[in-house]
T-cell receptor
C-alpha cells in the first residue's frame, strides 16, 4: 500500500536558520511527490512537486525539496526561515488507485521564532 | 486563471440535520474534482473524487454522498449528520488526467461543526 510518513509533529527553528521538514514515502513504482502548506483555517497551497528528473526541486516562497530514492525520502528545505513560514506542512504522494487523488501525511507544524 | 470556490465558509448544524456543501471551479474545463476531510487540524482523508459529470468514486464508507451535476460543480451532501462528521472539508481540482504529475489545487474550505 502507498503511504507517506512525516515523523515530526512539530519543528521549531529560529528565524534566519535553515529548516528541514521530513517526509518518507512507500510506493510501488515511481513516486509522484508533493508538498503543500496550510495556514490556519485556510485551504492547502501547493509548494512544489517531484515527478521525474532533477532530484532537487525548487518551489514557491524559497522552498526546495530533495528526492532521495535510496532513502525513500522527500524532505522539504529552506536556507533561511522566516516567521511567516510558520504553518502546517503536508507531504503527499499520488494515489495510483484513486484517479489522481493524493495520500497525505499527517502534517508537520513549523514554528519559526523571531 | 483558475479559481475554486467553496461555500459556506463555516456551518454549524445539529445532529440529524441534512448537509449540502458546494464547490465550483472557474477558468478551466473538464477538471478532476475531489472532496477531502481534515479532522482536528491534521490528516486529510479523501472522501470522493470525480473525473466527469455524474461520475463519482467513493473512497470511504460513510453517511456522506457526492454529486457532480455540472462540469465544474461538486456537491457534498448528507441526509442526516453525525457528530463524527465535524471537520474541515476541502474541495480540490486538477487538470483532466494527462499524467500522474498533475497538481491539485485546493479551495478555501468549509468548517463544519455538528452539535
Amino acid at each position: 500500500a502507498q503511504s507517506v510518513a512525516q515523523p515530526e509533529d512539530q519543528v521549531n527553528v529560529a528565524e534566519g536558520n535553515p529548516l528541514t521538514v521530513k517526509c518518507t514515502y512507500s510506493v510501488s513504482g515511481n513516486p509522484y511527490l508533493f508538498w503543500y502548506v496550510q495556514y490556519p483555517n485556510r485551504g492547502l497551497q501547493f509548494l512544489l512537486k517531484y515527478i521525474t528528473g532533477d532530484n532537487l526541486v525548487k518551489g514557491s516562497y524559497g522552498f526546495e525539496a530533495e528526492f532521495n530514492k535510496s532513502q525513500t525520502s522527500f524532505h522539504l528545505k529552506k536556507p533561511s526561515a522566516l516567521v511567516s513560514d510558520s504553518a502546517l506542512y503536508f507531504c503527499a504522494v499520488r494515489d495510483m488507485k484513486a484517479g489522481t487523488a493524493l495520500i497525505f501525511g499527517k502534517g508537520t507544524t513549523l514554528s519559526v521564532s523571531s | 486563471s483558475q479559481t475554486i470556490h467553496q461555500w459556506p465558509a463555516t456551518l454549524v448544524q445539529p445532529v440529524g440535520s441534512p448537509l449540502s456543501l458546494e464547490c465550483t471551479v472557474e477558468g478551466t474545463s473538464n477538471p478532476n474534482l475531489y472532496w477531502y476531510r481534515q479532522a482536528a487540524g491534521r490528516g486529510l482523508q479523501l472522501l470522493f473524487y470525480s473525473v466527469g459529470i455524474g461520475q463519482i468514486s467513493s473512497e470511504v464508507p460513510q453517511n456522506l454522498s457526492a454529486s457532480r451535476p455540472q462540469d465544474r460543480q461538486f456537491i457534498l451532501s448528507s441526509k442526516k449528520l453525525l457528530l463524527s462528521d465535524s471537520g474541515f472539508y476541502l474541495c480540490a481540482w486538477s487538470p483532466r488526467w494527462s499524467g500522474s504529475g498533475d497538481t491539485q489545487y485546493f479551495g478555501p474550505g468549509t468548517r463544519l461543526t455538528v452539535l
